[in-house]
């Protein structure tokens, strides 16, 4: 690979990055940084976080827009796929039932997956959608703020 591909592709990640720290999700790095917030109690929103153009261009907005909403998650947090692969790995471990997905979001209660967003729930989509599933999560697992 041509170095000004890996400089733009660095460009990419670290603009995915913070669009998720920007919009208030705390990101992931390692496995015990995913195991001591995942212990938390209370409703988690995790977004699998990547760099894939079409769903990640939408997944990125609709995280950051859909907090804005009567009830949301105690905790927001954020893993990245391809990058921060370990601790991917180990939130996916969290993620009973479903094939790794990126960009993808769940919703955890107390540790637990009470749901997921996919990739292919995303891309495709229009981000308007894509908050619409967030917050009918929100609203069924989620306390007012």
């Not at 976080?49 to 997944?59: E, F, K, L």
């Not at 954020?78 to 919703?107: C, I, M, W």
């Not at 996919?118 to 308007?128: A, K, S």
């Amino acid at each position: 690979m041509s170095v000004e591909f890996n400089m733009f592709m660095n460009d990419v990640v670290r603009q995915a990055r913070e669009d998720a720290i920007q919009a208030g999700y705390q990101e992931l790095k390692t496995p015990e940084e995913v195991d001591e917030a995942f212990a938390k109690k209370g409703t988690t929103l995790v977004l699998v976080n990547s760099v894939c153009g079409c769903a990640g261009g939408i997944a990125r907005p609709a995280a950051a827009h859909a907090v804005h909403y009567d009830k949301r998650p105690d905790q927001l947090v954020t893993v990245f796929a391809g990058q921060d692969k370990e601790a991917t790995a180990k939130a996916r471990s969290y993620f009973e039932g479903y094939p790794p997905s990126s960009p993808s979001f769940a919703l955890l209660k107390d540790g637990k997956i009470v749901k997921m967003i996919e990739r292919h729930q995303i891309e495709g989509h229009d981000p308007m959608s894509v908050i619409t599933q967030l917050q009918d999560a929100f609203e069924q697992y989620c306390d007012e703020i």
